[in-house]
């Protein structure tokens, strides 16, 4: 089934659609994306390890999930379906900020998106689909600070740009206080 991604410019302004696999290939086209990072009522955070199966860092670790709006989707309805659809997970997306990277994945291709970072709340149990999650873990700020630093750790690139963004930039995001 093919998915279109939106096409954007620096400033999120729609330019067009393409196919999710095209906006990849090469050194990518600029589109529009989202990452969730989703914290539990103790302020632990939910990483996953990307599928084995997938095109652009597989086996990666990366954030609760990330994807593309659909044409016409809000960023926030966007999250909150990923969220359901790869993790079992309903809660609702707030955004933080947005940013635009691009990262290639050897001769397979790139990411080159505007990334809008949101963050939701849950203490649900995740049922992870497998096609795109191979394992899940809840670990704290510090906790994954630590792992971010170990040498030859195998993070995303772009969680790895947010994280560091996250901390310096939003320092009380992963409070239990949090509201979404």
């Known amino acids: 089934m093919a998915t279109d991604v939106v096409l954007v410019d620096a400033q999120d302004v729609q ?13 990518g086209r600029l589109h529009r994306a989202f990452s969730v ?4 009522s103790h302020g632990r955070h939910l990483l996953q390890r990307r599928a084995p199966g997938k095109m652009l860092w597989p ?11 659909a044409p016409g989707e809000s960023i926030v309805d966007a999250g909150s379906r990923r969220l359901h659809e790869e993790l079992g997970v309903w809660s609702a997306c707030r ?11 050897g001769s397979i291709g790139a990411e080159h998106e505007l990334c809008h970072v949101l963050v939701a709340r849950s203490d649900t149990v995740v049922s992870p689909v497998p096609e795109e999650v191979s394992e899940t873990m809840w670990l704290t700020r510090d906790e994954i600070s630590a792992r971010l630093a170990e040498p030859h750790a195998q993070f ?17 995001f992963d409070t239990p206080s949090l509201h979404v």
């Open 59 to 69: 086996g990666f670790w990366s954030n609760a999930c990330c994807s593309h709006p």
């Open 95 to 105: 955004a933080l900020y947005r940013f635009e990277y691009h990262a290639s994945f």
């Open 15 to 27: 330019t067009g659609v393409c196919d999710k696999r095209e906006a990849h290939l090469g050194v």
């Open 156 to 172: 995303t690139p772009w969680f790895r740009m947010q994280w560091r963004r996250l901390l310096a930039e939003h320092p009380s």
């Open 37 to 40: 990072h989703l914290i539990d």
